[in-house]
T-cell receptor
Framework: KAGVTQTPRYLIKTRGQQVTLSCSPI?????VSWYQQTPGQGLQFLFE???????NKGNFPGRFSGRQFSNSRSEMNVSTLELGDSALYLC???????????FGPGTRLTVT | GDSVTQMEGPVTLSEEAFLTINCTYT??????LFWYVQYPGEGLQLLLK?????DKGSNKGFEATYRKETTSFHLEKGSVQVSDSAVYFC??????????????FGKGTLLTVNP
């Protein structure tokens, strides 16, 4: 079974621009979560989607948003990029039952 | 709120040495506990899990026991290899209060194993 895939793997953007990241979960997984990983703050939860609905949201400004499609694929968008948004963005998927989340390889975003 | 505290390291060991990485947690409910591993340039891989008190998770020679009385989930391996060099994260998922599947992570422990 294919794992979680994320595209693109690397991105370089300029301050003020916006960016969209994509995540395809493991087949059959309907829950998709997003995390931000930085050296200073570590791994922080952004939001979780299930059946196209946002179920949980972390402590991030409104510039960070997401959505989920009917095939469970998810996108996250960051508008008006700031230097501090440079990070590894990780997507994870989960079966409806069970506790484990399975992570993709991440998208490395660099804001200059 | 929920939190995870783990020894930050870095930890440097010789091949075949014994490994312990300490992890303690604070949670309002009754969490599930996990260890994830991250190799350079990659995402997180689930290493092992435990969902109730006294459960022992194990995988690839690594073990951790869910200790409710001490709120701990320490990672151990009897004989480490160079290929175990990576960053290890302790995490919890607390389902109390409804559908809350977010993972709360510790800050990670960098392990380097020398030949």
């Amino acid at each position: 079974k294919a794992g979680v895939t994320q595209t693109p793997r690397y991105l370089i953007k300029t301050r003020g621009q916006q960016v969209t990241l994509s995540c395809s979960p493991i087949s059959g997984h309907r829950s998709v979560s997003w995390y931000q990983q930085t050296p200073g703050q570590g791994l922080q939860f952004l939001f979780e989607y299930f059946s196209e609905t946002q179920r949980n949201k972390g402590n991030f400004p409104g510039r960070f948003s997401g959505r989920q499609f009917s095939n469970s694929r998810s996108e996250m968008n960051v508008s008006t990029l700031e230097l501090g948004d440079s990070a590894l963005y990780l997507c994870a998927s989960k079966r409806t039952s069970g506790y484990e989340q399975y992570f993709g390889p991440g998208t490395r975003l660099t804001v200059t | 709120g929920d939190s995870v505290t783990q020894m930050e390291g870095p930890v440097t060991l010789s091949e075949e040495a014994f490994l312990t990485i300490n992890c303690t947690y604070t949670a309002t409910g009754y969490p599930s506990l996990f260890w994830y591993v991250q190799y350079p340039g990659e995402g997180l891989q689930l290493l092992l899990k435990a969902t109730k008190a006294d459960d022992k998770g194990s995988n690839k020679g690594f073990e951790a026991t869910y200790r409710k009385e001490t709120t701990s989930f320490h990672l151990e391996k009897g004989s480490v290899q160079v290929s175990d060099s990576a960053v290890y994260f302790c995490a919890l998922s607390d389902l109390s209060g409804g559908s809350n599947y977010k993972l709360t992570f510790g800050k990670g422990t960098l392990l380097t194993v020398n030949p």
